[in-house]
Structure formats: structure tokens, C-alpha cells
């Protein structure tokens, strides 16, 4: 794998400040494939230096041209699209097709969905005898996670790029391979130099020295909920914007009317998907009472099915804490109908598709997010209890629900208290606002909800 020994600052590759590599291992195999430099507060101050020098620049670049460097970073990626699924699957372990048309392919979606906006969006309005500027809130430090690993940074980039800001980004340790990739697709785009930074690091180092730099004036950060509550506070402390893309434990609403096989199949293959590590997985399945043992035994089959099909977790110390949920699930007296703790594999960070069934909603399982291939299904008697559990997490960032009749499911999706809701397995839409509810975070990302994070408003009277 092609690594930098640098950061990229100021439109250039710059050797780090300090000696110390971050090394880069391969869920697969456990390997090591590279080495990245680690980088220290002393990188994130050049870095955020450079991004305040070109902030001017750059805001006064006509939108029009903003969203044609956009335009061309979108046919770069589409271009190295190969390469980038190639480097996911490498440092993140994704099966090969879901890395290229989930890792490579919604990233291009999301950066050509801003080279739109930023071509169409209306940064000025009038509001009776005032006229409202919408300006880019300035420098803007991103944290980012591994799970997603390019699309988390283009959902950050992307919306800022096109507000007009600029950026300094700190990917996950885990997958800083993708993150070098995308800075050399930055360049090749023609971004002017500073507008785009990229600096690899530990969180504790790096990513604090970012979240808590003085020369940054929005913090959008994707994560543990652990980290964004720590970030939260500081960017509070210092009256500074923050957006937080925290976790899930999102609900699969089955009502008696769907179309169970469906719904079931649906179900396990989203929590299963990315080995479970999405935030926004539906990582509860509930069901009515009258078709529980059949949704059970067909989430067996579907669980089942899956078997060789999804790729490890993204490192040793995630396996060790999916398996010790499914221990925690086994002790709080979870009936285990797939998977469990054995290892499928000798090799690599695996975890066997695991599901259980009679899950209650106050069992650790079905509380806490466990990022993992892990499926709990519960059981609800009327609506009111599938309400009441659908809603008992500290989370609500997504959740899907299923029905014979549309409307019927649309009536409980109103009552969900979350981000997002799939009714009857409806499409994900990369232009839709995508955050959460409750501890799930705070912001939106994607779409002209997620530009608009990246303005502030000025208001002109006359
Ligand atoms: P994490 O520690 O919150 O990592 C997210 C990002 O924050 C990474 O870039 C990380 O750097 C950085 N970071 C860590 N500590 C920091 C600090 N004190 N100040 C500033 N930045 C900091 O998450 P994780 O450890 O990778 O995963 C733990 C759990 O978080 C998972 O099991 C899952 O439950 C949840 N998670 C949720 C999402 C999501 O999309 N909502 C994504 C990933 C994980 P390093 O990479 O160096 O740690
Ligand atoms: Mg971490």
C-alpha cells in the first residue's frame, strides 16, 4: 500500500514535526501494511495556520467556482475509484464489492451532490427589508472515524468546500491510508493550497490538539459518544460551534402487517453490514408477539447465510469488545440462535454474524451500541410497547419500520424519536439530513441540511 511519510499541508506533502508512525495493520490477515506519521499539536498549529491564511481566499471564491473544483475532486475520486475501494478493503478489511460500491461508490455520490448544491444554493436571501448573507463560519476541524472511512470525510469536506470554508482533517488511526488517498485527489482537483489539510494522528494527540485549537472555529467530529461528549464541553467552553455524529442502537419495527420474510431478511442484512460497524444499523429487531418464532428462525437462516460473506472488525481490541457484548448478552440470559463468541477464522479480527432472540430492552445488548455483527431481536404484545421500547435507548439516530400499508407505518414513524427512519426498506438518499435525536449527536450531515452547518448568517437591513 502507498503511504506518506508527510502531512499534507498547505498544498504541499510536509515532513512531520515529530518522529513517531502510526502503524497500519490489516483486519485480515494482521498484518502490518504501512506506516503514516503521527502527528503533534505542533502539525495541527501549521495546519490550522495554513487553513486560516487561505480562508479568505476562499470564501470570496465565487460559488460557481467552488463547485468546480468540487466537479473535478468528484471525477478524480470517480477516476481512482478502484484504488480508493482497494485501500478500504486493505485498512478496514471490507469485503472487496461492498468496499467499491459502498466506500468508493457514496462518497462520489456525496462530493457530486455538493458540487450541486454549491452551484445552486441560495448564500443570500431576503427576509422583508433585510437581506441575509449566508458566509462560511470559517476553519473548520474535522475528527473523523474508521467505520466509513472516506465517506466521513466527504461528508465533512464536501459541505464545507462548498460553504466556503476551509478544513483541517484528523482521520481515525485505524484507516489513514483512504484519508492520504483523498488529499492527493484534493490536489489533483486544483484546490488552492490551505483550503484542504490533512493531518494523521492519535486522537488524544492530534485530534484534542485540533478540537481544542483556538484558530478553529467549527469542530465537526464522528465517533464514539465517549469522545463528542469531551468534545462537546470544550467546544462549549470556548463559545465555539461543534457538530456531533455520535452513535446508534436503532430499532427494525416489524408490525404484524408486514411482510415478515422481507422485513427480516432486510433487517439482519443491515445489521450485518460493514460487520455491523455503521452507526446507524438497525442493531434491534422487534417484533409482535404472533410471529415471533418464525422472524427468530428466519433471522437464523439470513444470519446463517452471512457466515463467510461479511469481513472482520476493524481491530483486535473491537473484537475483544463485540465479544465481550455477546458474553454480556449469553449471562443477562439472551437465547443465542447464530454466531456466539467462537472465531470463524484463525486469522484476522472476525466475529461470526451472531444473533439473539429474547432480548428484553433493559439487557445491556439492547442498550448499549456494541458495533459489531450483532443482532438482538425483542418481543412487543401491542404498538405501545413496540413505542415504548423502539424509543427506550439514550440514542435515536436512525430505525426502520415495517408495514402492509405505507400510511400505517409512516403513523409509528412519527412517533419514533430519531433521525432517520426506512419505511417498508425504502432507499438510503445521500441528499437527505442525516443525524440524531437525543445522545445520538447534535448537527446534520449530507444534503443542504448538512451545507448549512457550515454557514452563519449575517443580516443586512435597508
Ligand atoms: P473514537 O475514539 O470516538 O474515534 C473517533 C475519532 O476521534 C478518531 O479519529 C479518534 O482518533 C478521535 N479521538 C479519539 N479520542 C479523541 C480525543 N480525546 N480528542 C479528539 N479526538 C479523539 O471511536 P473509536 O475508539 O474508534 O470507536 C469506539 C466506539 O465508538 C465504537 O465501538 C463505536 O461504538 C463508536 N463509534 C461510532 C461511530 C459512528 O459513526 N457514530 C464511528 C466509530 C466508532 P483515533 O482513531 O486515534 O482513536
Ligand atoms: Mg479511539
Known sequence: MKAHDGMYIDGDWRPAAGPDVIEVVNPVDEQVIATVPAGTPQDVDTAVGAARAALPGWAATPPAERA??????RDVLVARKDEIAETVTAELGAPLPFAQAVHAGLPIAVAGSYAELAATHAFEEKVGNSTVLHEPIGVVGAITPWNYPLHQIVAKVAPALAAGCTIVVKPAEDTPLVAQLFAEAVHEAGLPAGVFNLVTGLG???????????????VSFTGSTAVGRQIGATAGAAVKKVTLELGGKSANVILPSADLAKAVNVGVANAMSNSGQTCSAWTRMLVHTSRYEEAVGLAREAAAKYGDRIGPVVNAKQRARVLS????????GARLVAGGTESPREQGYFVSPTVFADVTSDMTIAQEEIFGPVLSILR?????EALRIANGTL??????????DEAEAVAFARRMDTGQVDINGGRFNPLAPFGGYKQSGVGRELGAHGLSEYLQTKSLQF
Open 204 to 218: 488524544p494527540i492530534a485530534g484534542q490538539a485540533l478540537a481544542e485549537h483556538p484558530g478553529v472555529d467549527l
Open 68 to 73: 468546480a473544483r468540487l466537479t473535478a475532486l
Open 395 to 404: 440514542y435515536g439516530l436512525a430505525g426502520a419500520v415495517w408495514a402492509g
Open 380 to 384: 412487543y404484545d401491542d404498538e405501545e
Open 325 to 332: 457484548y455477546i458474553d454480556k448478552g449469553l449471562a443477562e
